[in-house]
C-alpha cells in the first residue's frame, strides 16, 4: 500500500492468519495488544483457521473472529470457490486496513486479501516489509515491524496467554487429588509425524530426566489418550491427563518446573511463560526459536525427531537440574 495510516486514525482493522497453528497465533499475540493499547476505539477482526480460530476467540484484545474454510494448512491451488466467497462477505464491512504477517503467498491467498482489502492490504510482501518475508528473524519481530509501520514505536512483544478460570480449577483440583506440587509437562506428540516420539523414544527421555526426581504428566487428546497410556504403561511416575482445551493446557504449562516437548505450539506457549524447557527441534530457524533464555535446544534429524544425540540428552539434563 503507498500510505500506511497511523494506528490511531483507523477504526476496523482485518488481521488474516494464513497459518492455523498455535504457534503462529500466540507468536502474533502481541500485535492486538499493542494496537488496543494505542487505539482503545479500533474494533479488531481476526480470519483464521485451525487451532488458531480457538485461541483467538478467548483473546481479549480481538473483538470478532472469522472461521475462513480451510482446515488445517493452506495450500497453493486449494479451496478457490470457498476462499472467494468469504472474501465477497468479508469486503462489505469495509475495513480501513488489512493485516497479513504470514509468509504464505500462494495465488489463491493473494486473491482473498485483494478482494477484502484492495490497496489497504499490508503484508509480508507488502514493499516496507519486504525483508520480513524470508524467516530471517523471529516471528515477534515480523509483528513488531507491522506495528512500528502504524506509528508504535517500541512494541512490546510479549505474548497473550489467558487462562480460563475452569481450566486453573481443573488443573489445581487434579494436582491436589495426586499430592503433587513439582512436575513436568511432557508433550511428546507434535502437530505432524516428523514432530512425534516413538514409544521408545518417550521411555528413554523419561528416563534421562529421572535425575530430576520429579512425576511426568503427559497432556493428551482425544484421539490420542489411550495410545499415550497404553505407551506408559507400567511407569508409576508417569500421568497421561487427557486436557480440555487449549486453555487447559496453558495451565499445566504455566505449572509446570519444566517442558519437555518437540511440538513448537508447546514451545511458544512455554516462551509465554518463560518456563525452564527442554525441546527437540527437527526444523530449527530464528522464526520459530524459542523466544525464552531458559530453553534448552536439541537439534535432531529433520525427517525424524527421534534420531538425536543421546550423549546432548544427559549433558543437557545435568545442566537443567541445579535450574528446578
Known sequence: ???????????????????????????????YREIKKENPQVKITVACFG??????????????????????????????????????????????????????????????????????????????LKPFGAPTKHGSEHEAAILKLLGIAQPDKSYDLPILPSARQTVTQWLEAHQIQKYILFNPSGSVAPRRFRTDTMKEICQALALLHCPFVVPAMAHNVKELTEAFKGMPNVFVKQTADIFELFEWVRLAALVVTPDTAVVHIASGFQKPSLIFYNTFSDYNAPNNPKAFIIKTDPQDVNIFDKKELQTLVQKIQPTL
Open 1 to 31: 500500500m503507498k500510505t500506511i495510516p497511523h494506528v490511531r486514525d483507523l477504526h476496523n482493522i482485518l488481521v488474516c492468519r494464513g497459518e492455523g497453528s498455535l504457534g503462529d497465533a500466540l507468536i502474533s499475540s502481541c500485535c
Open 51 to 128: 487451532s488458531a480460530y480457538d485461541f483467538f476467540k478467548h483473546n481479549p484484545y480481538v473483538d470478532e473472529v472469522f472461521k475462513l474454510p480451510v482446515r488445517r494448512i493452506i495450500r497453493p491451488n486449494q479451496r478457490w470457490v470457498s476462499l472467494f466467497l468469504a472474501a465477497l462477505k468479508l469486503r462489505k464491512r469495509k475495513f480501513d486496513l488489512v493485516l497479513d504477517s504470514s509468509d504464505k503467498d500462494f495465488f489463491n491467498w493473494r486473491m482473498f486479501k485483494r478482494i477484502v482489502g484492495g490497496s489497504r492490504v499490508l503484508d509480508c510482501f507488502t514493499s516496507p
